[in-house]
């Protein structure tokens, strides 16, 4: 069967990312771009299935602007086996991003489409259940261990309480947890062999897509600083500041 | 205009969360329900019903709901939606597995993790791990929001008399089912709700180590215990003590971080803690920089000290 992995190019996660002084958005001009860390692990997810003979093709997607190729290109090293570009200098929103994936799933046909729980830019958590919705197939979010068996696949969820297994008939999205796998790094023959793969570029207009935003970010500011704190010597000392000044205990 | 609240129970009751959820929907003005789609859900019910501002109660009550699963409660929301301006739910695994179906299939943006109500089209929410917030205007018909807890003080639990009405049951998708959960089990406070927690990170070792260290200390302040990414991967404790970005959102009144360096994705996390105590070997820990109270040293003498002092 055919998976599908949608990719997002995200701002590193080690960047600690600044305001615009117009507060329009976030700095994201000149700093350090990556593949969203669950799509990492997206990825690793499908080449381990692949290389279980579950899955004979990996496709992975992504949306944005050109520079969204060296993301691709990313996946391909991983192991994904082909790539498409849905290319767009528009701000796309989930439900957009939803709808876009929607379509290249009714030409490619795939039996699973593993996404990453949340984007780490936007952590909006939702483009997953989304497509979910749109093509009325089964989820399984935040997966940590997944099984495909008997047209089913197997999923332990991280809950809020603990975990759950949820069993769903393929065809089916998941979404990857962070304890799911750990990511491979490509290898230098890897990366070069990607760059021979099949990457196709094609537009939302040219898939009849209505990409409109649906919110409209007003502003952007950063988060109200907390006021400075002190250290203190010794555990006697923050015993006494504990009572007495934060009367916290 | 009325607010639809998806309430999150366990059949008998209510999730902490759902009365932090009331709160943001009371910053809308306008009539509030809560639905209560579960199985043999009662006690969840009359939970609801008691909760401060709420007017009606729906309740669904059918075998398939037991377990939650998005693919029978998203149809059962989406039928009742017309009757609702905005539909709510807390920005737990819970919300945050639900309410994008039902936005999609209601052709919606959802708006997730909201801080604050500017008004009734206008929310403020955390983007790059709560590095920055945004404030954002949906000109959807229908706001389907996820609301982050620690923005909205609880209303009361208590003192509310809406009517319970029934409503039928959508079908059952048959196409997931819930195999089993395994619940950590535990007497302490629930993590996103607690006043106070204690969390350790890597600097503890390991799981044996974690618990002979923070487990009375917790037992002390009566606190919940939390943990850094680091060690939840490293094994030392369940995934649901993961606090951060990924993890839960915290904001207690006392957060105690030992061992933990302050990564930004542990950072957004708790960052919102009326006060936080950090306990770490290294004084260029980033944890300092958002710390009240900053200690440095070796965290095996200074934790068993602190518990022997408080
Ligand atoms: C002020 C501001 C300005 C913005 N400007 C832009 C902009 O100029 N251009 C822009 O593209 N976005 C922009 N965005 C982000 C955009 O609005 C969407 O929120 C975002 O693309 C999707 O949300 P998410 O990634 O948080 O979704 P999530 O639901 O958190 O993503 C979950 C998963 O969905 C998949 N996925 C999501 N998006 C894509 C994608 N694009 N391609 C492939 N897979 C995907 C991935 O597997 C990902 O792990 C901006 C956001 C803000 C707040
Ligand atoms: C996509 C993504 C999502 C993430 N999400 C989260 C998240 O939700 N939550 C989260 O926490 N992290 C998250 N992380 C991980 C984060 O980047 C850090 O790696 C993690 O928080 C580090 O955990 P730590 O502070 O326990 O470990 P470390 O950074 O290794 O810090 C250990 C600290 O312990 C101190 N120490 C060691 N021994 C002692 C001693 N004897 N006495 C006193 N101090 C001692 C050290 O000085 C050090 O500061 C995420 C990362 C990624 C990429």
Known sequence: ?249 | MATLVIAEHDNSSLKAGVTNTVAAAHKLGGDIHVLVAGSGCAGAATAAAAVAGVSKVLVADAAHYAGSVAENLAPLVVGIAKDYSHIMAGATAFGKNLMPRVAALLDVMQISDIVSVDSADTFVRPIYAGNAFATVQSSDAIKIITVRSTGFDAVAATGGNAVIENIAASADAGVSRVVKQELSKSDRPELAAAKRIVSGGRGLGDGDKYRAVLEPLADKLGAALGASRAAVDAGFVPNDYQVGQTGKIVAPELYIAVGISGAIQHLAGMKESKVIVAINKDPDAPIFQVADYGLVGDLFTLVPELTAAI
């Open chain 1, 1 to 249: 069967m055919k998976i599908l992995v949608p990719v997002k190019r995200v701002v590193d996660y080690n960047v600690k990312v600044r305001v615009k002084a117009d507060q329009t958005g976030v700095e994201i001009a000149n700093v350090k771009m990556s593949m969203n860390p669950f799509d990492e692990i997206a990825i690793e997810e499908a080449v381990k299935l692949k290389e279980a003979g579950v899955v004979t093709e990996i496709i992975a997607v992504s949306i944005g602007v050109t520079q969204c190729q060296e993301t691709l290109r990313t996946a391909l090293a991983m192991g994904a086996d082909r790539a498409i570009l849905v290319e767009t200098t528009a701000e796309i929103q989930p439900l957009a991003v939803a709808k876009l994936l929607k379509a290249i799933v009714a030409n490619e046909t795939p039996q699973l489409v593993i996404l990453g729980k949340q984007a780490i830019d936007d952590d909006s958590n939702q483009t997953g259940q989304m497509l979910a919705a749109l093509l009325n197939w089964p989820q399984a979010t935040f997966a940590s261990k997944v099984t495909i068996a008997n047209g089913e696949a197997e999923v332990m969820r991280e809950i809020d309480g603990g975990m759950e297994t949820v069993a769903i008939k393929l065809p089916a999205i998941i979404t990857t947890d962070l304890r799911l796998n750990t990511p491979r790094y490509a290898t230098l023959p890897n990366i070069m062999k990607a760059k021979k793969k099949q990457l196709d570029i094609i537009t939302p207009e040219s898939m009849g897509v209505d990409v409109t935003p649906r919110l409209k970010t007003l502003k952007v500011v950063e988060p109200a600083k907390r006021k400075g704190g002190i250290m203190v010597p010794d555990v006697a000392t923050l015993v006494e500041k504990l009572r007495n000044e934060a009367k916290v205990i």
